[in-house]
């Protein structure tokens, strides 16, 4: 038995509809994840597909979702942030809390990691947080840009190229980074936290690991990504990161029962997702299902 993919969608932060991917186990669920992508990427780069659906084979289900104004969600780039991206976060875990269950597990990639540290201590039902090459300054992800923000700041604008893609960045985007302060958000989140970082990774240092281990407080991991790059383009590092993570958090979360040890005469719920005019949420053990009208 194979994960399934499903797509979904939910309203964002500025009110845009955010394109979403769903990666669930072929069985039981064991728990259920949020994974934010890296900047200016998508839901569908290479890490976050490959992490999602092997976390999904190990009984983890996983939400990634494209912020606002990238990949196929609605909005325009040119007016989020930081804080929208961490906004974008809470409307996902929202989703999830409504239509599944809330996420015990938030895992970020990047500046992604950073907006999920961001967000952490908002997300009560959340256990366990993994970052992946995170910056501990989102501050830094100017460094992609750095040539532009003289432009920036005198012209409020610049069309600036990121990853071979042409992207507007505003004078508010800047401003909402100078406000801030991730290194306090990380000390209060009272979550395990876990930290997978390539010790030659170029575009954001060791270092930015070794000052969010330092701001966290226990329990905290940290993991040697070895040799991998950046955004893990190598399937083995991809695979190697799930795996870790699954074991991980196999400590912070519940182990789904065999079927023998399951009460014969737990009940079936059936309750409305509000997604749609039919779809409906059904509950047996510790199954989870969607069930739907066809168009």
């Known amino acids: 038995m194979t994960a399934q993919e499903r797509k979904v969608s939910f309203t964002g932060s500025t009110g845009d509809e955010l394109s979403a991917l769903l990666d669930l186990p072929a069985g039981p669920v064991r728990a259920y994840a949020v994974f934010a992508h890296c900047f200016t990427c998508s ?18 289900g996983v939400l ?25 976060l809470l409307c996902a875990v929202d989703f999830m809390r409504q239509t599944f269950e809330a996420p015990a597990i938030l895992i ?11 967000a952490a201590s908002k997300v009560s039902e959340a256990k366990a947080v993994a970052t992946i090459g995170a910056p501990s300054d989102a501050a830094h ?4 840009f750095q040539a532009d923000l ?14 071979g893609r042409q992207f507007s960045i505003r004078k508010q985007f800047l401003d909402d980074l100078e406000g801030q302060n991730l290194k306090e958000g990380i000390g209060i989140m009272r979550k395990a936290l876990l930290i997978f970082h390539a010790p030659r990774d170029e575009i954001v240092g060791i270092e930015n690991a070794q000052e969010i281990f330092n701001a966290a407080k226990h329990p905290k991991s940290f993991v040697s990504l070895d040799d991998a790059d950046h955004l893990l383009t190598r399937r083995s590092d991809a695979n190697y990161v799930a795996n870790v993570l699954s074991a991980w958090a196999g400590r912070y979360i519940a182990e789904v029962q065999p079927a023998e040890e399951q009460s014969e005469t737990q009940a079936v719920t059936v309750t409305e997702t509000g997604q749609g005019r039919f779809q409906q949420r059904v509950t047996a053990g510790s199954h989870r299902l969607l069930a739907d009208e066809p168009v």
């Open 141 to 144: 992800v100017t460094r992609s």
């Open 150 to 163: 003289s432009h920036i700041q005198q012209n409020g604008e610049a069309e600036v190229t990121l990853a």
């Open 43 to 60: 839901k569908d780069v290479f890490a976050a597909a490959r992490i999602s659906r092997a976390l999904a084979d190990l009984g983890i």
């Open 64 to 88: 990634r979702f494209d912020f606002t104004g990238l990949g196929t969600s609605g909005g325009d780039f040119a007016n989020t942030n930081f804080s929208s991206n961490v906004a974008d």
């Open 108 to 118: 970020g990639h990047s500046l992604g990691g950073a907006a999920i540290l961001a």
